[in-house]
């Protein structure tokens, strides 16, 4: 059984860094991983995911040198470094497992997901 629970989150000023941390449990290191994010009225969407290797990873467009996935299988944990943050940043971070072990930014091909973390950026 997949569980991942994530960690990292709080209140940050503009301009500030988090970095997210996801710890899973199961057969994740065969998984590929992402992260969804959910800003309050819009829809979730990934914006990072990494293969199972940590070969390939794929970020989206809009948070390109903004925020980077990361993961370290030996501990079975993946990371989100977020820098710059804005106040639009503002969000409730997802971890995400899916079984092929690709990565891929398409949230429906995602099985697992963690309860979430608050990301508050303050101006």
């Known amino acids: 059984q997949v569980q991942l629970v994530e960690t990292g989150g709080g209140v940050v000023q503009a301009g500030g860094s988090l970095r997210l941390s996801c710890a899973a449990s199961g057969r994740t290191v065969r998984y590929g991983m992402g992260w969804d994010c959910q800003a309050p009225g819009k829809e979730r969407e990934c914006v990072a995911a990494?293969?199972?290797?940590?070969?390939?990873?794929y970020h989206a467009d809009s948070v390109k040198g903004l925020l980077t996935i990361s993961r370290d299988n030996a501990k079975n944990t993946v990371y989100l470094q977020m820098n710059s943050l804005k106040p639009e940043d503002t969000a409730v971070y997802y971890c995400?497992?899916?079984?092929?072990?690709?990565?891929?930014?398409?949230?429906?091909?995602?099985?697992?997901w963690g309860q979430g973390t608050q990301v508050t950026v303050s101006s």
């Open positions: 990494i293969d199972r290797n940590r070969n390939g990873t």
């Open positions: 995400a497992a899916e079984t092929t072990g690709w990565g891929t930014l398409n949230q429906r091909d995602y099985a697992y």
